[in-house]
């Protein structure tokens, strides 16, 4: 497996917590942007980016204007995952919207993007990961029931990839 990095910002600690647990599961470091440099970044063959979406879909505020950097690591040749964490029933308009700043960011960077996921089983009316019937990547929602099940089905999905 090639080495893994986890890049998160996270304000009420959700997270965080989910990072630690793929982090767990991927074999992944972490590093909480609040104290990250985006040329750490560089050091890794997979990225998973990750963030929570506030106000109206902004990006976690620990991103700033680190998200606005990306384009200064070579991310060419790179698997690069995306995962939002949102919550569907409050912010049912902006779902994770964030986290697609991740991918208007890199796009054209040379990434290679894995783990979109289906965006059946979630319930909201707007979110920029949406592209038709995909999401850009996981989205979470701790008060998901199936938060658990979403998580362990994109881990079979990325695990695999995630080799070098």
Known sequence: MGKTGIFYASKGGVTETFAKQLAEHLGADLHNMKDTNVDAIAGYDNVILMASSYFFGALMEDWGSKVKLLHTVDFNGKNVAIVGVGNQERH?????????????????????????????????????????????????????????????????????????
């Open 92 to 164: 049912p308009d902006s779902f994770c919207s964030g986290a697609a700043d991740f991918y208007d960011k890199l796009r054209f960077s040379g990434a290679r993007f894995v783990g979109d996921v289906c965006a059946c089983g979630y319930t909201f009316t707007f979110s920029r990961m949406q592209r038709g019937g995909r999401m850009l990547g996981l989205c979470l929602d701790k008060a998901d029931p199936k938060v658990q099940e979403k998580i362990d089905e994109w881990l079979k999905v990325v695990k695999p990839l995630f080799t070098k």
